[in-house]
């Protein structure tokens, strides 16, 4: 088979000039596009879809929009242009050149930050997979659609890394990436909350509001790499997850609108009376919150990681806005705030800066999540109702590091085994909040057409109105 890669691939890494890396991605190509239609969204393959496709890095060619079949689709491979003498900005090995190959001690590490973030991608479009049948509109059809292409192309960014540098160990990590699934018992994704389902377009808005923004923070991290080509993809992938977390935040306000319509209208806050009313009370929607929030800061890793540690240390993965830091940027006296929970309290405690940093990115994380909650309250309060949404507190329904082994309120306050179980269903969505979520669920495509739960966006995609036909399904 030949395939004309700037044809199939839009690229701007030359991938016609390299025969080694054309077998290779002959070989996973196929493989993808087979999963794809195995394990990419239900039932759409045939549909018209109104898409953003990148075609090359600058501002005319990263979003060119147009209808396309999604297993069609151009997943192409791009890098962010080479910062001529770009020095590398923290660790042991600060102020050398960055490295354009990767450096034979530090190939494993590589090897396996790389396939930790492939792996999510492809993970969130299994998470998603079945969510179309039920869009509660053409306008949130699309975007789904657009995020599932787009994590997509994630997983063609990492793919391209491992085949282009990791020789047959780079080739067969590609090919397990295909063969891994979001919550399989035999073999499943890396993380956690990547094996977890994505049953309803609540639970889709919170992933992508605080899931994509945990990868917001991880690709920024990686931004900062030595390794110039892991840098300069990860720098580009940014540009597509800003979409990712717009579609979580303003899904989730326009729910929160809704909503607010309603109790203004009926003169209720009652949630079994909203609920009557077909819309979801404030309290459901905190406490999906609450799960998507603390499910998500797992992902971060143990408060307190040697591995953190060395991949700082050697250059691999750096801090969030590494450069714009004004410190030594090799930590080596520092220390870090980190919670320690041994004595059935949890108090502050310093630790060196350098094994605490998982614990800074994800308090990064959680002040960016705050920062999107708070546009939600901004329109409670205009509205004049008395509610607000919050961020619970890191500690609490953490599953990973030393605060697991405590209950903690979503306050922070550390509970009995007996508090907790009296109050869980207050502070986690109950099998009774799911079970409404999901009666809700049932499909909404006529253009303009909105289900009762939502409110319809502000504007359509690129210029195009709300009730555009984004999705032509046949
Ligand atoms: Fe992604
Ligand atoms: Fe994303």
Known sequence: MT?????????????ASDKTLQRALEHWQPEFLNWWSDMGPEGSHQYDC?????????????????????????WGIFLNPQVPDRKIAFGAH???PVWQEVPGEYRAN?????????DTEPASVEQQRHLGLTAPSMYDLRNLFQVNVEEGRH?????YLLHRYFGRDGREEAAALLERRSGDADNPRILGAFNERTPDWLSFFMFTFFTDRDGKFQLSALTESAFDPLARTTQFMLTEEGHHMFVGRNGIRRIVDRTCEVMQRERTDNPEKLRALGVIDLPTIQRYLNFHASVTADLFGADLSSNAATFYTTGLKGRYMESRLKDDHQLLEATYPVLNASSGQILSEQAPALNALNERLRDDFIKDSNSGVDAWNKNLEERGIDFRFGVPHKA?????????ALKISPEGKVISAQTWNANVRDWLPTPEDCAFVQSLMGRVVEPGKFANWIAPPSSGINGQPVECEYVRFS
């Open 50 to 74: 109104y898409l953003r496709t990148a075609t090359s890095v600058d501002q005319a060619g990263w979003a060119t929009f147009g209808y396309v079949k999604m297993p069609e689709y151009r």
């Open 3 to 15: 395939i004309d890669y700037q044809q199939k691939i839009p690229n701007n890494v030359d991938l």
């Open 110 to 118: 590589l090897r396996r930050i790389i396939v930790t973030q492939g």
């Open 94 to 96: 600060k102020g050398e």
């Open 155 to 159: 997983l063609w960014a990492m793919v």
């Open 396 to 404: 609490f329904n953490r599953q990973i590091g030393s605060l697991a």
